[in-house]
């Protein structure tokens, strides 16, 4: 995938969350604990990574994993 390409994702993305944002309730739906470590694959452009973050807390991990360099960034 391109970066443009990527970019477009990410911003196509932000639009669909805002108009139905039903994230927050699906991440709920895994269970994940504070503490936890849990890993993203294909984290894309962190749609779900940060949500994990908060949810794990300062004692949890959450490592992203992605092809794309700007994903990574």
Do not use: N
């Not at 699906?26 to 779900?48: A, E, K, L, N, W």
């Amino acid at each position: 995938m391109s970066d443009f390409s990527f970019r477009g994702m990410e911003v196509l993305f932000k639009v669909i969350d805002f108009v139905y944002p039903y994230i927050d309730k699906r991440v709920q739906s895994f269970g994940i604990q504070p503490g936890m470590t849990v890993v993203d694959y294909g984290c894309g452009p962190g749609r779900y990574t940060t949500k994990f973050a908060h949810l794990v807390g300062e004692k949890g991990r959450v490592f992203a994993v992605d092809i794309h360099e700007l994903a990574i960034e």
